[in-house]
């Protein structure tokens, strides 16, 4: 039996290598299907890793207050965006009042940014892609931030307004690729800024929002720079993170006493934990699953069809050989099984030259583009499984022809 076995997959590749164009060109359904799978699955998988690695460094004790509905949403997500928009701003002054009486908060730091900027210098800049970021100085504590090199700005600059500017490290190296940033001069909107730090490197969120194209300025030069009548982000930090939920409680009915909702009404602001947004990306990371598993599926059924005709046009050409083989006593179900483990190992080659591409095009993401790439086992498993699976449908009906073929008619085929 086992002789038998590894003579079919001696035949099989034999077959293979035969007509190997061929092949190759019939496996390509079955290479893009599993290549997504192994691609999508190390993109997702590093995603979570690395949500999980952003929200321990912002710690289990911290939460958010917005104006607007944060995180990833399809369509709009069932939100009464003309509603929202009317609600009253954050201000710094809902700040202050939070860290005045709530006593069991630790710290709130407020932020407010305006994306598209460019930074320059005498020499240099940026791409209008900068996200310039307005924030207060404690802000580096509730946010998970840590400063490379230098330093951040401190209450005094804050209260001044003085234009101090702390760097990612993408717009660090952009402008001063060869030399530090620390005291030298950049310019946002026109306006001069002195460099007094650079941040720790981050790297992007999902493939798209480079946390590192960053650049943060006290938040009162901010105001000043784009406008007071923005609303603020609060970033609030409890004592521990068993006093989270009576911090959040203290802060939620703080805010409506202060904005005026009545008992009945719906908070006219967001609170964001750090675990909804984590299920945000989660279910989101859900529906790329699906539509990922939707392509693969595609492209193993035009795969499995390839090999449908593929195995058909064999049976075809080797009529005779199978009517030789016949004659010589060789069962229907040595037949059945030879061209099934054809069928299999044709299948199978595809899958793992999807999975070799998958791996590759992993790699390469992690090492051009500073993705989070990690392949779970189970997708190379899962690869493998389904790649084995759609030869062995697809070739069950042209091993079965070939099986039932007469052995006088098939000897007299030319």
Request: glycine share 10%.
């Amino acid at each position: 039996m086992i002789r038998a076995g590894l003579d079919s997959v001696a035949l099989a590749f034999g077959s293979f290598r035969g007509n190997l164009l061929r092949s190759l060109l019939t496996l390509l359904g079955i290479v893009i299907g599993v290549a997504t799978v192994v691609t999508m699955m190390a993109l997702l998988e590093g995603l979570k890793l690395k949500v999980v690695k952003d929200f321990a460094q912002l710690g289990a004790n911290t939460f958010r207050i917005d104006k607007w509905p944060t995180g990833f949403r399809v369509g709009n997500g069932g939100i009464d965006w003309k509603r929202v928009s009317s609600r009253p701003r954050l201000t710094l002054s809902d700040r202050k009042a939070l860290s005045e009486k709530a006593p069991s908060v630790q710290g709130v730091s407020a932020s407010s940014w305006s994306p598209a900027q460019k930074v320059t210098t005498a020499d240099a800049e940026t791409q209008p892609s900068v996200f310039v970021v307005g924030a207060t100085p404690d802000y580096l504590d509730t946010a998970g931030l840590t400063v490379a090199d230098g330093r951040f700005f401190h209450d005094g600059e804050d209260q001044d307004a003085r234009r101090v500017a702390v760097l990612g490290p993408d717009v660090a190296d952009k402008l001063f690729a060869t030399e530090s940033p620390l005291g030298r001069e950049v310019r946002i909107k026109g306006r001069p800024y002195t460099v007094v730090g650079v941040l720790e490197r981050r790297g992007k969120v999902l493939g798209l929002f480079n946390l590192d194209n960053m650049a943060f300025v006290p938040m009162n030069t901010f105001l000043g720079a784009f406008g007071r009548q923005r609303t603020v982000t609060l970033n609030v930090q409890a004592r521990s993170p068993e006093t989270l939920e009576p911090s959040k409680d203290e802060v939620v009915r703080i805010l409506r006493q202060r904005r005026g909702v009545d008992p009945d009404q719906e908070n006219n602001f967001e609170v964001n934990t750090n675990e909804s947004m984590a299920k945000q990306l989660t279910d989101l990371a859900g529906v790329l699953t699906a539509a990922t598993f939707g392509v693969c599926l595609l492209s193993l059924l035009v795969g499995g069809i390839g090999i449908l005709n593929i195995m058909l046009i064999a049976v075809t050409e080797r009529t005779k050989e199978i009517g030789i083989r016949k004659a010589l006593g060789a069962t229907r179900r040595r037949i059945l099984a030879q061209f099934t483990v054809e069928a299999v190992v044709l299948s199978l080659t595809g899958g793992l030259l999807g999975i070799a591409l998958g791996f590759g095009i992993a790699w390469l993401g992690r090492w051009a583009l500073g993705l989070y790439t990690t392949v779970p086992t189970w997708a190379v498993v899962l690869s493998v499984g389904m790649s084995s699976g759609v030869g062995l449908v697809f070739g069950i009906y042209p091993a079965a022809r070939a099986s039932r073929l007469d052995p006088v008619e098939a000897m007299r085929a030319e």
